[in-house]
DNA sequence: CTCAATTTGTTCGTATGTATG
DNA sequence: ACATACATACGAACAAATTGA
């Protein structure tokens, strides 16, 4: 078993929440399944090395959640059917992520001092003259799932105020004939929610997240449109095929 | 200012902590830059709702991550550069994925009960009869970044064993000339570290991860290779250019 | 140089939460 | 359930360092 003290040690994070960590993901990932009896406090007191009440303190945990169901004199059982989440997949070309989102309905923050100008990394081209903030919370099915924080640059937004005021900005843009894009890309990474970000997705602090960055330039390489969106990460699915590269190079291999 | 102690509820984790996790974000984000001030521990102490001592617990909390500087009589400084992290990017097309893998060096991992069988999901085709279940933890710099657990079929590993026993197992099948590879894709989700990943990768217990499932099928849609991969969150990173699509939606906006 | 304002450092008492055996 | 120990959090008061008038 693991040394569960020192990895304590690096989180000081209630060690009857890491054991109610652990405990949720095994059921989560099929270990025990639904209906099964979850090993007896004594197992698990031996396995974890933490006391008897600390695995009880992580079983009413559980229970809380309705993920388990503690029986006096029988077990503790996994409650909860595993349910299939509805992924919001992020596609890779521009078209099919546009059409992911266009519906999707913007809820506008107000931000009392919004940054003046947006973050731009070295490959992100020139900084536009000025820019309007708007920060807003996505939904979809009434759930929250992601956090749009967007410097558009003003003489973008000035051609369509008022869309860019009820719509997602990213649809909007690319409907404008007027604009002409040079390049648009974006980052992925992973993090954690902060505490404004948790509270706005409903989210426990530090949850995994989905943090993109994403920069639309014109062609004289201004950055016109700068996202920063951070999604939640239980509803973050990216698929990749890798099959055309794979088939053409067996191809080769065979001839050989 | 967002209800505190409402997400405190919620996530039960230290109210030092959560509040330390908020001002790191800040300087992580350029909220606040290098060298520059951060807000008295009065002014915050008024913004999250805390006692002055929950404060300076925070900062003691970031100054140990050498993140600030404090100093009596004038205030809090921003002491950490931003610093570009070496990502480890996952690349959209897999000969681009081999390069970057094909060097690492697996190690391996005993496990005593393997899954007899893979995870298969709807789309990953049928099973072999028989697997070889390898898990290894992947470094780079001696730095672990990964956890990789691996159901290669048993005669795909009997044509090479030695070989599959001592590198990263794709790009050795890959170079296998003599098997014929129908489809390769793979899956990322973002997840958690669990108590065992976070001491293999040297985490945090619930440090945000990448889970990567990533298939291999034969010509018989036979899935010879099942790998689960947990990433370390904070080394992935994916880009992705949308420029293609962009210029030929404009190049056709501007002709109407 | 002194003084006041600002800002962090320290300490105390109290209450509650966490973890052990 | 109980006794014990330690961590977390609060508010308040006072000490020490820095700055600028």
Redesign the interface.
């Known amino acids: 078993m ?3 003290k ?3 040690r ?5 060690l009857y ?2 054991v109610a ?2 405990l949720k ?1 095994r059921i989560e990932t099929g270990y025990w399944k639904f209906g099964e009896k979850i090993s007896t406090i004594e197992e698990l007191e031996v396995e974890f090395q933490v006391a008897r009440v600390t695995i009880r303190q992580a079983f009413d945990q559980l229970r809380k959640e309705g993920l388990v169901r503690i029986q006096q004199g029988r077990g503790t059982f996994v409650a909860k059917q595993n349910v299939n989440k509805r ?1 919001l997949r992020l596609e ?4 099919s ?1 546009l059409d992911s989102i266009v519906d999707n309905i913007p809820n506008f923050l107000e931000v009392v001092s919004p ?1 003046r100008v947006p ?1 731009l990394d070295a490959d992100d081209g020139e900084a536009a003259d000025d820019y309007i903030y708007l920060k807003s919370v996505q939904t979809k099915d009434d759930e929250p799932y992601g956090v749009v924080s967007v410097h558009l640059a003003r003489s973008v937004y000035d051609l369509a105020p008022e869309e860019f005021g009820s719509h997602t900005a990213l649809p909007v843009l ?1 409907n404008l ?1 007027c ?14 929610a ?3 970000t ?2 706005l997705l409903d989210l ?7 943090e993109v960055h994403c920069v ?1 330039n014109d062609t004289q390489n201004t950055a016109i449109y700068v996202a ?1 969106i951070i999604y939640r ?2 509803c ?12 053409t ?2 191809q080769i ?2 001839k ?1």
Request: proline share 5%.
């Open positions: 693991i040394k569960l020192e990895t304590y690096r989180s000081n994070i209630p929440l890491q960590s652990t993901r992924w890779i070309s521009l078209d992520f940054p973050r690319s004939d604009i002409e894009i040079g390049r648009a890309h974006q980052t992925l990474g992973i993090g954690s902060d505490m404004e948790a509270h426990p602090l530090n949850a995994p997240t989905a639309v920063e990460g239980d973050i699915k990216f698929d990749i095929e890798f099959l055309q590269y794979m088939s190079k067996n291999s065979n050989g």
